[in-house]
């Protein structure tokens, strides 16, 4: 078992390389009938593509999206759909230092131990670059849920980089008028001056991504094992360089009293009104019709000027500087990956929530 394919219903099987001729996905489970070009899904590329400023990885990737298959006359057939990306600028001989040695707070190691064998070209299978196939996927699930759920919106934004919290008031109008996707103008000012002594040192920082889903039905999830938070944190978790994953309130919620959390409720005229959001949209693993809430925290890039001592295969002691083109805060391309991830959890749930339970009215307030 592998393990490179995603979801229940709605599923997805990234492959290929950093350094290989292509990667790219194989999308099963969608609806026939929904309209899908190429053009749409590169929306999504665009914002999750290397060298957009000078804060990302200066690798040039057009990140040109392809359509292979299950799309006929601009419809989805319900068939798979073949997606491709072309890499176009490797530099492999960036990598032939680490040939031999393993990076430290790299997966060369694990892959060594586990497989035995590894591609040191970038990390192969374990680059970030895999991530791009994971955003072609989520427009194809973004183009379901347009038809489906019309009223839905995902959105997602930096919360913190290294020690830096967001300034004052968050202004949403600004997420997509920085290069950090964070909402708040003079947030983002302040940050651009922090990385770029982080960029300039050779160093790199971690970040605090959160996504949220507005607008998403009541209902979506099950009890016990089908969770939506289980599948929502499974899903952030398992995006490159992410260590903890976070719903609602998280692990704040430890410093709150049952008065603090518990959201209350009221009726009101179009259903169930709640007074907050500490619950981040589920309870008991089912959507109660707000705000989904989803946080990640990712680490920072372990590629760093700074000679750090490590080893090498044959087992021998040695020191090792990572050269090549990295991100020196890989949390802002990971942006629109949780995004990505995001849409793709809420079709997969919403296919299965239809097919348990069909399209009709559930919990229906007064009914008698």
């Known amino acids: 078992m592998s393990m490179n394919t995603f979801g229940h219903l709605f599923r997805f099987t990234t492959w290929g390389e950093s350094h290989g001729p292509a990667l790219g996905a194989t999308v099963d489970g969608c609806p026939p009938g929904i309209a899908i070009n190429e053009d749409m899904l590169q929306v999504w590329l665009d914002k999750r593509k290397p060298g ?13 999206v392809e359509i292979l298959s299950g799309v006929f006359e601009g419809k ?6 073949q997606l491709m990306i072309r890499n176009t600028d490797q530099r492999s001989k960036d990598y032939g230092e680490i040939a031999q040695a393993f990076r430290p707070g790299h997966a060369d190691i694990t892959y060594f131990q586990k497989y035995g064998i590894r591609d040191y070209r970038g990390g192969g299978r374990s680059s970030a670059r895999e991530t791009a196939a994971r955003v072609a996927a989520g427009g194809i699930a973004r183009a379901v849920l347009a ?11 930096m919360t913190q980089i290294g020690p830096h919290g967001i300034e004052g008031e968050r202004d949403f109008s600004e997420i997509d008028n920085n290069p950090f996707w964070v909402p708040s103008a003079k947030t983002a000012e302040t940050w651009a001056t922090y990385l770029d002594g982080v960029r300039k040192s050779g160093s790199s920082i971690g970040a605090i991504i959160e996504v949220v889903a507005k607008g998403a039905p009541a209902g979506l999830g099950a009890p016990i094992y089908a969770k939506l938070d289980t599948d929502l944190a499974a899903a952030m978790m398992s995006i490159n360089a992410v260590k903890g994953v976070e719903i609602g309130e998280g692990m704040n919620a430890a410093c709150l009293s049952g008065e603090e959390n518990a959201d209350e409720m009221r009726m009101g005229p179009n259903g169930p009104e709640f007074g907050s959001n500490h619950a981040g949209g589920i309870l008991g693993g089912i959507s109660t019709g707000q705000d989904l809430v989803v946080r990640f925290a990712v680490k920072p890039t372990s590629s760093i000027l700074t000679s750090r001592k490590t080893i090498n295969q044959a087992g021998e002691n040695t020191d090792l500087i990572t ?4 991100d020196p805060c890989v949390g802002i391309r990971a942006v629109p990956v949780g995004e990505a991830m995001m849409a793709c959890v809420i079709l997969d749930h919403l296919l299965l929530h239809r097919g348990q339970v069909g399209e009709g009215l559930r919990g229906r307030f007064g009914a008698e």
């Open 76 to 81: 989805t057939t319900g068939t798979p759909i």
């Open 323 to 326: 050269k090549g083109r990295h």
């Open 52 to 64: 957009t400023s000078k804060y990302t990885t200066q690798r040039r990737e057009p990140d040109q």
């Open 147 to 157: 038809e489906l759920v019309p009223g839905l919106e995902i959105k997602g934004y």
